[in-house]
């Protein structure tokens, strides 16, 4: 293959997810789990590869300004705006920065943001921030103290945005349940955090929730110190208040995505998209996809069930119920809900279409279900060979500036 560039490669994890800054990923890696770690074929393969910790709770907002620090260095400025609409604090951890040369060389001329599941809102928002910026931000802070990333203007730093079983267009599983069934979520999750928040825990996964104020940043806390997560109501009621933003399981709601998220989201014209999805369903005896436990591992068959049959009349209106392939899906998100913003120009296509900059495109779906990206006992030449063609295309396509 004619490779273009080599630029490195960020791996952005999803919902519960982790980094390689956790001890964690180093006793199971969050990309490769019960299989192997993947980026070491790719290191062989001559790739630079970045795999940071995000948070596993935190919102696509929030993860996309920890990104910004991790490659730039820095503290951790969630906006000043932002951070007093949603009630938490506005900085938070120091990162020394992985790529401060970002731009400045030709090896790191740009990147490609590569994101699973929540991490595909994740870059989906990088890609919006990076190159537009907030305006709500410019307009509500001293520009002394704006944060570059709001400022805007560093779209052409992003070579490629690719997502994996991203949760671009939001999950029936996530709307099923609702607000209410979200919310007892974040109140969970939160409460876990706070329970563990100020041990040794943080020390094997930085839970990255200390600008809600649950708990200290991972250099500051003690060794055991079990917090009681009754005396944090009130964080969990802030977190939780605004059931659509700044709040992880509101935010894959389709409801939501669709008229709170995707609209507010634009994409540069000088890098390229790709969706990527996986279909682990099968025909059923009614015509319908059905959960094919030949190609899902135990659990995401299972909660394939409810994914497949959530056909919600309230979501008639994003075509839940009249477009079958709602119901295929790889037992968390469905085919739709992982493939390019439906808001977005996108087209179908396949390993040989000749991209263009601009455009979203929908690749075609991996037999599997949702941790095949993640290498759940998936064998290691079949893992080895899907991120292959991933990165091939990132490799091989010109700057979007050489483009006629």
């Known amino acids: 293959m004619d490779y273009k560039n080599n630029y490195p490669c960020v791996f952005v994890h999803g919902l519960m997810g982790y980094g390689e800054q956790d001890f964690m990923d180093v006793v199971f890696p969050n990309w490769g789990l019960f299989n192997h770690t993947f980026f070491k074929h790719l290191k062989e393969e001559g790739i630079e590869t970045y795999h940071p910790s995000l948070g596993p709770i935190n919102s696509a907002w929030d993860r996309v300004c920890i990104l910004w620090a991790y490659l730039f260095g820095g503290r951790v400025d969630y906006g000043k705006v932002h951070s007093e609409k949603y009630g938490h604090a506005r900085y938070g951890k120091e990162y020394p920065g992985v790529l401060k040369d970002l731009g400045q060389t030709e090896a790191h001329k740009k990147m490609n943001l590569i994101g699973h599941s ?5 870059v989906k928002t990088a890609a919006s921030l990076f190159a537009f910026g907030s305006e709500e931000e410019r307009n509500g802070t001293p520009a002394e103290e704006l944060s570059p990333l709001f400022a805007g203007g560093h779209g052409d ?3 490629t945005v690719t997502t994996l079983s991203g949760v671009n267009n939001g999950t029936t599983l996530a709307s099923f349940f ?32 200390s600008q809600w104020g649950n708990m200290p940043f991972a250099e500051e806390v003690h060794v055991a110190h079990i917090q009681n997560p009754l005396k944090y109501l009130d964080v969990f009621r ?8 700044d709040s992880i399981a509101h935010e894959m709601q389709i409801e939501v995505i669709q008229e709170a998220v995707n609209p507010t989201l634009q994409y540069p014209e000088n890098v390229y998209f790709f969706a990527h999805r996986a279909d682990g369903t099968k025909p059923g005896k009614n015509g319908n996809s ?38 295929r899906c790889d037992g968390l998100v469905n085919l739709v809900g992982a493939s390019a913003p439906l808001n977005a ?60």
């Open 178 to 209: 609702g607000n209410k069934g979200m919310s007892v979520a974040n109140y969970a999750l939160m409460g876990f955090f706070t329970l563990v928040g100020d041990t040794y825990f943080t020390k094997f996964i930085d839970y990255g929730t």
């Open 157 to 159: 730093l992003l070579h």
């Open 290 to 327: 059905v959960p094919d436990r030949n190609d899902m591992i135990l659990p995401c068959w299972l909660v394939g069930q409810l994914t497949s049959r959530a056909m919600l009349k309230r979501l008639e209106k994003y075509g839940v119920k009249t477009d079958p392939n709602w119901r």
């Open 345 to 404: 120009t996108y087209e179908e296509a396949d390993y040989n279409t000749d991209f263009k900059p601009g455009i979203w495109y929908n690749m075609p779906p991996e037999r599997g279900d949702h941790a095949l990206w993640v290498g759940w006992l998936v064998p290691k030449e079949r893992l080895n060979g899907i991120y292959d063609r991933i990165i091939d295309i990132c490799r091989s396509l010109p700057d979007a500036e050489d483009v006629q």
């Open 118 to 122: 929540f991490g595909g809102p994740t």
């Open 238 to 245: 802030t977190y939780d208040r605004n059931k659509t933003l």
